[in-house]
């Protein structure tokens, strides 16, 4: 080889490497701006009913639009992306992201909210889709790592959005201010993904022997995904007003609680990256699935004592973040993971995130506070069963089949 060639090719080699990381660094931008949607709802439902005249039972249903609307981006995004350049697909998603969050505070009727809140969960669930999807075209088999990452920076936009609503409403007074502010932090990653040419797959066939789908397995694990993303969701958006039901803690700190959950889901990620390399992933489960439960306990046992809200809510957050991406990896131990069964899996977390925060709202307006976190553990150790059961099923003869080269 050419002395010459030898520096071109390194040269060229320099500059993919820069791209992708360029590529990387806009994902993230844009997941933080995820994060900030998916934690803004709960802060910010009694303003939201106020300025509809809506009671707590009736007003929960944002809850329901968004993931419905979720339910619909997530599994129809995909499509999306494999015909059209993934970042314009990603740059529309966050262009109606802004234009909804800027709207939605100034809306008088529930109807036209709940309208508005499901547009904004189909954007965001294809936002969702395009980050998880491209990151895996961008880095290919080297993904491990920049997947993490890419979920933390969601976590990190969790984690500031109460922060961001609270100092707003300090401010301004209303929810107004507040949805502005978030709706502004959805430009940055749309300036930035313009900017970039888009990543492209390769297409794989669907006559490979190794794609045939083991339909119990794959049910009970959308069970799981279920039962386990209703409870996130459920906790991370109902307790501030549980916190501020019950007057144990005022707006500021109810807002405060709920940044405290979504930061420990950050920090819990972080940690979960060498525990991950270390233990296989039945381990991490049983052991993160017992953590939750353990969590429940104060929340349960004290209610109103703010310590133990603040104990149950830490504990929550810590043991919750590593169980949606470690079921992610069980699966792809014993099934071969395709877009398709990827699909059904968010089909499941979104039914989730529809249903149990929904069914929350019900009883914490019939019943009270407590009676919503009666049934978020009771949704817990379901789950916790339904692992049992998966685990059960694995060690049946010819249960599962590992992917070739595993």
């Known amino acids: 080889m050419n002395p010459s060639d030898g520096v071109v090719l390194s040269q060229l080699a320099l500059s993919d490497r820069r791209e992708r990381i360029f590529k990387t660094l806009g994902y993230y931008v844009a997941f933080v701006s995820l994060g900030l949607v998916t934690a803004s709802l709960g802060p910010t439902l009694p303003g939201l009913a106020e300025h509809t005249q809506s009671q707590t039972g009736r007003i929960s249903l944002l809850f329901t639009a968004y993931s419905l609307g979720y339910l619909s981006g997530s599994f129809q995004g995909g499509r999306w992306y494999d015909r059209e350049p993934g970042h314009r697909v990603m740059a529309i998603m966050l262009v109606a992201m802004f234009a909804l969050m800027a709207c939605v505070p100034v809306v008088s009727s529930l109807w036209v909210l709940l309208a508005a809140w499901l547009i904004l969960g189909a954007a965001a669930g294809t936002l969702d889709v395009g980050g998880n999807t491209l990151l895996v075209w961008v880095h290919r088999d080297q993904v491990g790592p920049y997947m993490n990452g890419l979920h933390f920076f969601f976590g990190v936009g969790a984690f500031l959005s109460p922060l961001i609503i609270d100092r707003a409403m300090l401010l301004g007074g209303d929810i107004i201010w507040a949805y502005w502010a978030l709706a502004l932090l959805m430009l940055p990653g749309l300036a930035w993904l313009l900017r970039l040419p888009s990543p492209t797959t390769e297409l794989v066939s669907e006559d490979n022997p190794q794609g045939q789908v083991n339909y119990s397995l794959l049910a009970l694990i959308v069970l799981f995904f279920f039962l386990f993303s209703g409870a996130e969701l459920g906790y991370g958006g109902w307790i501030f007003s549980y916190a501020t039901a019950l007057q144990v803690a005022d707006q500021t700190v109810a807002a405060h609680l709920t940044s405290g959950f979504w930061g420990a889901l950050t920090l819990g990620r972080l940690l979960a990256v060498p525990i991950a390399a270390r233990l296989r992933p039945r381990f991490v489960l049983g052991g993160s699935l017992v953590g939750c439960l353990a969590s429940a306990g104060p929340i349960l046992l004290w209610p109103n004592s703010l310590e133990a809200i603040w104990l149950s ?68 150790a379901i789950a916790t069963g339904v692992f049992a059961g998966i685990l059960f099923y694995l060690a049946r003869p010819g249960a599962s089949r590992p992917p070739m080269g595993s």
């Open 313 to 380: 809510t830490l504990g929550m957050g810590l043991f919750m973040a590593s169980v949606f991406p470690s079921m992610l990896s069980l699966a792809g131990r014993h099934m071969n993971i395709t877009g398709r069964l990827t699909g059904w899996f968010f089909v499941g977390a979104s039914l989730g995130g529809m249903v149990l925060p929904w069914m929350m709202g019900q009883l914490f307006e019939r019943i009270g506070p407590s009676a919503a976190m009666v049934a978020l553990a009771f949704d817990l």
